[in-house]
């Protein structure tokens, strides 16, 4: 069976020294509570979800007689979690909450997706389902609604997405018909619906998307419904069958202990629902909760991939070949230096990303910059991360390929979250039209700002290399947007749109490096006053920043290359 090692000194640092969150004065938090918030978690993520990961994996979902039902060994651990309070870690205080700062939240929970990503799915949908029905929801939903999903009682799902109109939900053909009192009618199918039904809770709120009667077409005639699996009554209690079903569950790759449902409304009778936000508005309250996901999706790749770090240097450390332990080779030595430096970058990016989220009310040019790394966040992390997996197989050799020491399931388990809530081709496109073009590129460039007083403060004597390599791929960023935009002018859109994803992990490689350097730097200032372990962690800093610039940075100037080189429309060219 695999091993669980969280790298807790390494996290301690982005939350306490390079992000201060204990400075979040509202929560009232002191180093020693973040630390000690960080290490009860991770002891939970230990002994409660760790375990549970293969042996769900193994076990699986089954649908039988009409119903879903989830690993055995997922059950107490469900229980547990709530009654933990976990759940509540990070929510608003009025509903029951345990508000903290939000990237301590985020690092929280990527410990525990990391251990058992399946699993987290259920709560972690649930939560960003609450979010909506709390934000947006009538009182009769926050009186009765939210209660019983804090408590683990009833849980959540997002239902987007339809046979023939997956990325093009403006396709969908799912209808809503009044009825009176508020009520809708839903009537169809709705496909790939994570935790759309599970033993674990005792009902599910579906917020699914549907078109009214004479809505226009397209996403601007979409509407959004909370779809409860089964009736509520005044009371706020379960009250028979809302004819919700899962027609049947997906056979997948990975992530065998995560629900995926076909799920059908008002196929045998009629389906009721809440219309929640205002009629037509369905995209943009989805997207409170698609945000949150696809933040999720990042972090799954980050979490997964910085614990098959952790496997892979155990184990490199402990098996020998040819006289000595095989991370003294240096090929593989170089690939778990590679694999944790990427890792940390991740971890840094998801973690400096939430952190904004505690800014934003005090600085509204945040939320551009939020905007912006959202995308980074998800496609980069989930691409590294299933690399950092594969990499950490290799590790292991012809025992990486095989159960027994579980780090195979990381590979499975982590290449979905580069397709779903998005593919990472969607969230480029997102990214260079919406969040730069449309923007006029206004928050990539206070995100290049900040990313050159960084470059240019760099001590030459010490970072000479690296501080020319980014002052290079800084230019060559504008030589790229430059490109781009003149694309823009021209109406040649084919011609921004084929270089959309080479343009966005140029982006997520300079903002990872950015904050590699930012770690660095000020590892570099703590190194002459530490000693022992401690010295030893901030020259691993150093180190990861300067193998982050030389073994994935350097690919920067490639990549802007080929995209002011290659001119050509792909659409026009054969295959």
Same mark, same amino acid.
């Given at each position: ?21 204990? $400075? ?6 002191? $180093? ?21 990961? $293969?042996?769900?994996?193994? $076990? ?50 990527? +410990? ?12 972690? +949908? ?430 920067? +100037? ?18």
């Amino acid at each position: 069976m695999g091993y669980y090692k969280a790298d807790i000194r390494d996290i301690e640092f982005n939350l306490i020294e390079l992000l201060k969150v204990q $400075e979040h004065t509202k929560y009232g938090f002191g $180093e020693q509570d973040v630390k000690g918030i960080v290490a009860e978690y991770s002891k939970f993520v230990e002994n409660e979800i760790f375990p549970t990961r $293969e042996p769900s994996d193994h $076990e699986g979902v089954k649908h039988v007689k009409g119903k879903v039902l989830v690993p055995e060994s997922l059950k107490s651990l469900q229980k547990n979690f709530y009654e933990n309070g976990w759940f509540a870690l990070g929510m608003p205080e009025e509903i029951g909450g345990t508000p903290v700062p939000e990237a301590l939240y985020v690092a929280c929970m990527s +410990l525990a997706t990391g251990a058992n990503v399946a699993w987290m799915m259920y709560p972690g +949908l649930t939560r960003a389902a609450l979010n909506v029905i709390n934000l947006k929801g009538n009182p009769f939903m926050k009186t009765n609604i939210v209660p019983k999903m804090m408590s683990g009682e009833w849980g959540g799902t997002m239902c987007l997405t339809e046979a023939g109109a997956g990325s093009d939900v403006g396709a969908l053909r799912t209808t809503a018909k009044p009825i009176g009192n508020g009520m809708y009618s839903i009537s169809g199918t709705k496909i790939f619906i994570s935790s759309g039904e599970s033993d674990l809770y005792e009902n599910n709120m579906h917020l699914v998307l549907a078109r009214t009667p004479g809505a226009p077409e397209g996403s601007k005639g979409i509407s959004l419904f909370v779809v409860p699996r089964f009736k509520i009554n005044d009371q706020g209690i379960n009250a028979g069958s809302n004819n919700v079903v899962c027609s049947k569950i997906e056979h997948k790759m990975g992530i065998h202990a995560s629900a995926t449902c076909e799920m059908q409304f008002g196929i045998d009778g009629q389906s009721e629902g809440w219309l929640i936000g205002e009629e037509l508005d369905g995209m943009a309250t989805m997207f409170i909760m698609m945000n949150e996901a696809r933040l999720y999706c990042g972090i799954q790749g980050e979490s997964q991939g910085n614990l098959a770090y952790q496997m892979a240097e155990k184990y490199t450390k402990e098996r020998s070949q040819f006289g000595k332990e095989i991370i003294n080779h240096p090929d593989v030595r170089r690939n778990l230096l590679k694999m944790r430096a990427i890792s940390r970058g991740m971890r840094a990016l998801c973690l400096h990303t939430a952190d904004l989220f505690n800014k934003v009310e005090d600085d509204q040019k945040v939320e551009g910059i939020i905007g912006l790394l959202t995308p980074i966040c998800k496609a980069y992390c989930s691409e590294q991360g299933f690399l950092v997996s594969s990499t950490a197989l290799q590790a292991h050799g012809g025992y990486g390929y095989c159960s027994e020491y579980g780090v195979e399931q990381f590979v499975r388990d982590t290449q979905i979250a580069m397709i779903y809530e998005g593919t990472n081709g969607i969230q480029a496109i997102d990214f260079v039209m919406r969040k730069i073009l449309k923007d006029g590129g206004k928050s990539l460039g206070l995100l290049t700002q900040d990313i050159v007083a960084s470059v240019q403060a760099l001590d030459e004597t010490k970072f000479k290399k690296e501080k020319d390599l980014f002052n290079k791929v800084l230019l060559s960023a504008q030589t790229v947007m430059q490109q781009l935009t003149t694309y823009g002018k021209s109406n040649q859109y084919n011609l921004i749109l084929q270089n959309c994803s080479d343009f966005l992990h140029f982006a997520s490689q300079m903002v990872v490096a950015w904050k590699l350097l930012q770690s660095a730097v000020l590892a570099d200032q703590k190194i002459q006053t530490s000693t022992g372990d401690e010295k030893k962690y901030y020259e691993s800093k150093v180190v990861d920043f300067k193998v982050y610039c030389a073994h994935y940075l350097t690919h920067n +100037l490639s990549i802007a290359r080929t995209v002011t080189d290659f001119t050509e429309d792909v659409t026009a060219l054969e295959i």
